[in-house]
């Protein structure tokens, strides 16, 4: 079965983590082609946050897919990017890099300079700096958001800010593999799959 086959579930994400019928639960709101490696991360105590690999994610015409450079500039020219942006082209798993163990966090730092920085994102929340925008029309001051865990500094050389709803977590990676017209799901499978191996039980 080919990705462009696949049809957009479209259900808001929950945290599986919490449900003891969690692999029914996947298999309802997570698009086929992702739903071994939400397994795997159910097993593996990894809080997965949203996904997508269906139909919609290929690049439409007159669109581009676009890169982790072209993502900074846009951010640096205040463009707003939703997580929209991250999945143009890509099929992708999102998940919360708050919960995560530090063995995790650096075997994600390591994966993504084997893979590519397209291959793997480092997400930032623009929630601060749009409600900072607000509280500087009210004179109120600023917000300050202080991240002190052992890869925060690594993390913040690499971020990428991009807007999606504050329900969300602060910090996420967005695990990113280019699909076209011929991509199968089972490619999609396998190449998320391959990633979750390599990370460890969550603590």
């Not at 890509?90 to 890099?97: E, F, I, Q, V």
């Not at 600023?142 to 969300?168: C, G, S």
Request: glycine fraction near 2%; proline fraction near 2%; charged fraction near 35%.
């Amino acid at each position: 079965m080919l990705v462009k086959d696949v049809k957009r579930i479209g259900k808001v994400g929950k945290n599986l983590l919490k449900n003891k019928d969690a692999n029914e639960i996947i298999e309802t709101i997570i698009e086929k082609p992702l739903q071994k490696a939400c397994k795997d991360c159910k097993e593996k105590n990894i809080e997965t946050v949203m996904s997508s690999a269906n139909k919609h994610n290929l690049v439409k015409k007159n669109k581009i897919r676009i890169n982790k450079k072209e993502a900074i500039e846009r951010a640096e020219q205040g463009k707003t990017q939703t997580f929209l942006t991250a999945g143009r082209g890509y099929a992708w798993l999102m998940l919360n890099y708050e919960t995560l163990s530090d063995e995790n966090r650096k075997i994600l730092f390591d994966i993504e300079k084997e893979l590519g920085e397209d291959s793997v994102w480092f997400v930032k929340s623009n929630y601060i700096e749009v409600m900072n925008k607000m509280r500087k029309l009210f004179r109120l001051k600023p917000l300050v958001e202080v991240f002190d865990d052992t890869y925060a500094d690594n993390f913040k050389k690499k971020q990428i800010i991009l807007m999606y709803n504050n329900r969300y977590t602060r910090r996420s990676v967005f695990l990113r593999m280019p699909i076209e017209e011929t991509t199968t799901c089972e490619e999609v499978e396998q190449h998320f799959s391959k990633i979750i191996e390599r990370l460890v039980p969550n603590t």
